[in-house]
């Protein structure tokens, strides 16, 4: 049995402000598979799926439980230089 100790500490100075939080959601808002398919109003994630098999369509990410997470700023910007290469 692990015993907790409880140990007195500030910890306000290591937290970050809302605003320097207000920032990074701006470049870090991970989706997962299913609710980046609902975004892009599919039916279900099989398409994302059938692209990380075959090692192309958007990058990706994975949590220690092996789950499957976009970066969607990243995905906005892929989508946005595709658009203008057009």
Not at 48 to 69: C, M, P, T
């Amino acid at each position: 049995m692990t015993k907790i100790k409880k140990v007195n500490l500030d910890l306000s100075e290591l937290q970050c402000s809302d605003e320097a939080l207000r920032e990074l959601m701006k470049n870090y808002t991970f989706v997962s598979s299913k609710q980046l398919a609902k975004i892009f109003s599919k039916k279900n994630d099989n398409s994302f799926r059938a692209a990380r098999s075959n090692k192309h369509g958007f990058d990706y990410y994975l949590d220690k439980n092996k789950n499957v997470f976009y970066n969607f700023p990243e995905i906005l910007n892929e989508m946005e230089l595709i658009k203008n290469d057009r």
